[in-house]
């Protein structure tokens, strides 16, 4: 039977809304602190300073218990807001839980936001050896490693530079070269590797692959659902702080995108959706998926006819208008766009509420549940708004290619109809 290497037992955190993080305070702060808080109770009216109030909290994480065996890779999955980075923190001991306890058996390497535990002042070069002496490591285990990490992370020609001078992606390829070369026995991953280009992403998880195949445990926090399937063995999805679910990882990406995307019978309200990207203007404000009748629903069949349609106010004339439409599958991977520049169609200049509609003539996609993302901007790539997968729908089955057969998943996301012939 596999050893144990990871447990968490009914694991909850709660923080204080509002509530500043711990630093260091000089005398003269302390000395001041209680003078200030009366102060302030005194200015705000109607309220006393004896007058006891109430501190809002939230439970960032609330009764969350699971085993890791050794060897395990683990996917971490849940919305923004589930307890992903909490549960993780927790588990590097970098903060403490209000309720529970987790026992942890094994060297841990954390690696929870870009350049975690390196010295801004100091070089690759001794960062490298800084972060391997903290870990234990005797001088010559790092020497015999240090070429190793330094190829991996390509930034031979900058290891002597001080990492403040490094950019994002520099920071985050010699961040994961460290941590997965000083061979811990349990690798955290915090979706740094977003930040790295498309090849790199797929070394660290080459890396993480060969990790797991030594014995080693690895969990892997990401919204890259086609990353946590081909990678992890199990997937535990997390609502609202809480487990929503513990096994296979296929079936939880299946749970995590459907309480992800709540269907609302092919109508959304966009105007404050919590899907929007930070720093977005809510230029869109509803969404409709309607079929050939003009009916809203969020069930279509394969070949039916797909009309979308955007209900929009712009602030201020738009007077050459973009938008574009991504379509995802369950995992999250991206299958087709739409966009009015891939269409070669040219809007009129929008000068205040009106609805702008994209048909696709026949839907061409296999049985399943798909997401639409959504973009509005203007031309050069200036985005205007952007949400991200507001609303899902599911494509059923149908004899799409006419032939007397349903098609089938296993036939792939998209259907394509073509034509065959015996050349003379």
């Keep these: ?70 060897g395990e890779v683990l996917g971490i999955i849940g919305r923004n807001g589930a307890g992903k980075s909490t549960l993780l923190k927790i588990l590097s001991r970098i903060t403490e839980p209000t309720q529970g306890h987790a026992s942890i058996r094994g060297r841990v390497r954390s690696l929870l936001e870009v350049g975690t535990g390196f010295h801004a002042e100091l070089t690759g070069r001794e960062n490298i050896y800084l972060n391997a002496a903290i870990l234990g490591m005797k001088q010559r285990e790092i020497e015999s490693k240090f070429d190793e990490i330094v190829s991996f992370a390509e930034i031979e020609k900058f290891i002597n ?30 979706e740094v590797l977003a930040v790295g280009d498309a090849s790199f992403q797929q070394k660290c998880l080459g890396r993480m692959e060969d990790i797991s195949k030594r014995g080693r445990t690895v969990l892997f926090v990401s919204h890259n659902m086609a990353a946590i399937q081909n990678l992890c063995s199990q997937a535990l999805v997390l609502a609202h702080g809480s487990v929503l679910f513990l096994g296979a990882t296929e079936e939880g990406i299946q749970k995590y995108m459907e309480d992800f995307l709540i269907s609302q019978g092919g109508e959304i309200e966009l105007g404050s ?46 007077l050459n208008p973009q ?50 993302s959504l973009s509005a901007g203007t031309p050069y790539n200036v985005l205007i708004d952007n949400l991200d997968r507001v609303v899902s729908f599911e494509v059923e089955p149908s004899d799409f290619y006419g032939n007397g057969k349903f098609c089938i998943p296993s036939l792939g996301r998209v259907l394509v109809r073509s034509h065959w012939k015996k050349l003379d």
């Design 1 to 70: 039977m596999s050893e144990v290497v990871i447990r968490a037992e009914h694991l909850s955190k709660r923080y204080q809304i509002g509530e500043r993080p711990t630093s260091y305070k000089t005398l003269r702060d302390t000395l001041e602190r209680p003078f200030k808080g009366a102060l302030r109770l005194i200015r705000q009216r109607g309220i006393s300073p004896l007058k006891h109030h109430k501190k809002d909290t939230i439970w960032a994480l609330k009764d969350v218990s699971f085993e890791i065996k050794r």
């Design 161 to 190: 530079t001080p990492v403040k001078y490094y950019s994002s992606g520099m920071y985050v390829r010699l961040a994961f070269a460290v941590a997965a070369h000083m061979d811990p026995e349990i690798l955290l991953i915090d």
């Design 273 to 318: 959706h919590p899907a929007r990207r930070s720093g977005s203007l809510p230029l869109l404000k509803k969404v409709y998926l309607r079929d050939r009748n003009g009916t809203a629903k969020d069930r279509f069949s394969s070949g039916d006819q797909l009309r979308i349609e955007l209900v929009i106010d712009p602030i201020v004339p738009l």
């Design 323 to 372: 938008f574009g439409i991504g379509i995802d599958d369950w995992t999250g991977t991206r299958v087709f766009s739409l966009a009015t520049y891939l269409s070669n169609s040219s809007l009129p200049a929008l000068k205040g509420p009106c609805t702008v509609v994209c048909y696709l003539n026949e839907l061409p996609l296999a049985p399943g549940r798909y997401s639409l």
